[in-house]
């Protein structure tokens, strides 16, 4: 069975750090692309970062660019995301993707599997 599973998140205060983990099971993460996404309630799920299938390209969305980075260590099979100077704004539930494609790409609709989502809360 395919899964991904995240971890990492929690509470944090403003201007602090986090880093999430999205670890693979049933299937090898080298061989996609991969996203991180967030959705905060009543908004759309929107993309953060994302990581080419080599891990040579990254996508991010302006928001988070100079504070958010994406990597991946393909021997654990897992993709890591380290987000520095939290906001308020950042407080979501953050997601991984995974889509079978070399490029990545910001819009969820590109990604064919899904973890369950950590929850990022950001407050003083």
């Known amino acids: 069975q395919l899964q991904l599973v995240e971890s990492g998140g929690g509470l944090v205060q403003p201007g602090g750090s986090l880093r999430l983990s999205c670890a693979a099971s049933g299937f090898t993460l080298e061989n996609y692309a991969i996203g991180w996404f967030r959705q905060a309630p009543g908004k759309e799920r929107e993309g953060v970062v994302c990581?080419?299938?080599?891990?040579?390209?990254?996508t991010s969305a302006d928001s988070v660019k100079g504070r958010f980075t994406v990597s991946r260590d393909n021997a654990k099979n897992t993709v890591y995301l380290r987000m520095n100077n939290l906001k308020p704004e950042d407080a979501a539930v953050y997601y991984c993707?995974?889509?079978?494609?070399?490029?990545?790409?910001?819009?969820?609709?590109?990604?064919?599997?899904w973890g369950q989502g950590t929850q990022v809360t950001v407050s003083a």
């Open positions: 990581i080419s299938k080599s891990g040579g390209s990254t």
């Open positions: 993707a995974a889509r079978k494609r070399a490029m990545c790409v910001l819009s969820p609709a590109e990604y064919d599997y």
